[in-house]
């Protein structure tokens, strides 16, 4: 019966601790100037160090490094993206010719979905 007891308040005591908050992905539409103001959508996943992006039809998923200022992903054509948590700015750099390129996105709210 003691041991009974002793499970029980363990159990109790471990509901009452606080537990690390799972984050939801955070979604954004981004306006890509070197695409002729083309918008990409954008699923960042902080637990997962994963960001989705996709454009139409076409869709990619990168490892991702995640900064308190910035996430930072590479896709397989060679071109190296930075975003910036502070002004949702950006930046492309295409890593092949060394050139660069800012873009703007903004928060978005996720869509509702039926599953």
Known sequence: MRKL????????????????????????????????????????????????????????VSDAAFTADAVTWKTYSGMTFRLSRVDLSLIRIDTTTDKSDKSQCLLVRARNRAF
């Open 5 to 60: 007891q002793t499970v029980m308040i363990a159990l109790t005591v471990s509901t009452m601790l606080p537990s690390p908050a799972i984050a939801a992905p955070t979604y954004l539409h981004c306006e890509l100037s070197y695409l002729d103001g083309a918008i990409i959508n954008l699923a960042l996943d902080e637990q997962a160090r994963k960001v989705t992006w996709s454009r139409g039809e076409a869709s990619m």
